[in-house]
């Protein structure tokens, strides 16, 4: 990624504020990856591919780790002000929402280890189809969240506002759904509160998605829209309506 604005008279300041946002797009990438091997282990019934999830999210710890200290040096060297300290500032905060969405992704990860190196009753692909589901929407949201990231782009960025929104929707009809299976067959008592744990899980992914998307839209236009609905965001940034965003189905 290039951050946009004007060049400075020192160089090195661009490249160091490139440098630093490069960084995030690789946290970006990662984090995608690992909840799609958190769930494939799910999916395969693999608690030895789930462990490699779990463990590889200490090198999303590592890239935040490496992330702040490089923006707390450019701070200190380049004392910078207005725009350029927006910048700075806002990428600090997207990188904190990729350090939680690996959180997330682990909590999948252990769903699997849980399930599956003991011998306890699994759950049926029944109940475990809507983590499967929201688990590729979620994911979605990400990546277009960081390609909106990669190119400064306030209509992408405005898209996963509202793909937040249907999110929501969703989250509360899985629920409904979960409680429905539990009143149909006993045996899933067990898993109910593990799968609750997961689908939340994938909300909050989903919901720092969302957060992404929203210091994109602050780092190209200074508004700042946290706490605002989508409607609003809309008609402050003077946008059209984006396409609706299809819910994944499972398998």
């Given at each position: ?19 630093i946002a ?16 958190a769930v ?36 200190a ?13 806002t ?26 190196e ?6 049926g692909?029944h ?6 589901s929201?688990?590729?929407y ?5 990546e ?8 400064l ?5 405005f898209?996963?506002?509202?793909m ?8 509360e ?13 006993s ?7 593990d ?7 994938l ?25 605002m ?6 008609q ?16």
């Open positions: 990624m290039q951050m946009a604005g004007n060049k400075h008279t020192i160089h090195r300041f661009d490249d160091e504020l490139n440098e490069n960084l995030v797009d690789k946290m970006g990438v990662i984090s995608v990856n690992q909840l799609r091997r494939k282990s799910l999916k395969k019934e693999n608690p030895v591919s789930a462990h490699k999830v779990i463990n590889r999210d200490r090198k999303l710890n590592a890239l935040e780790v490496e992330t702040d200290d490089k923006i707390i040096q450019l701070i060297k380049r004392a910078p002000v207005a725009g350029d300290l927006r910048q700075i500032i990428l600090g905060k997207v990188v904190t929402d990729l350090e939680r969405t690996g959180d997330e992704a682990r909590k999948i990860a252990g769903l699997c280890v849980r399930f599956y003991t011998d306890h009753h699994s759950p692909d109940i475990l189809r809507d983590i499967f929201m688990s590729k979620v994911g979605n949201m990400l277009i969240a960081m390609e909106a990231f990669s190119r782009n306030v209509e992408q960025a898209g996963v506002l509202r937040d929104e249907e999110l929501e929707v969703q989250f009809a899985i629920l409904r759904r979960l409680s429905t299976f539990i009143m149909e067959d045996r899933n008592i067990g898993h109910f509160v799968i609750v744990l997961g689908i939340r899980a909300e909050r992914f989903g919901g720092h998605a969302k957060n992404i998307a929203g210091h994109v839209i602050f780092l190209s236009t200074a508004k700042d829209v946290r706490h609905e989508a409607d609003d965001v809309q402050l940034l003077g946008l059209t309506a984006p396409g609706e965003s299809a819910w994944c189905d499972g398998g």
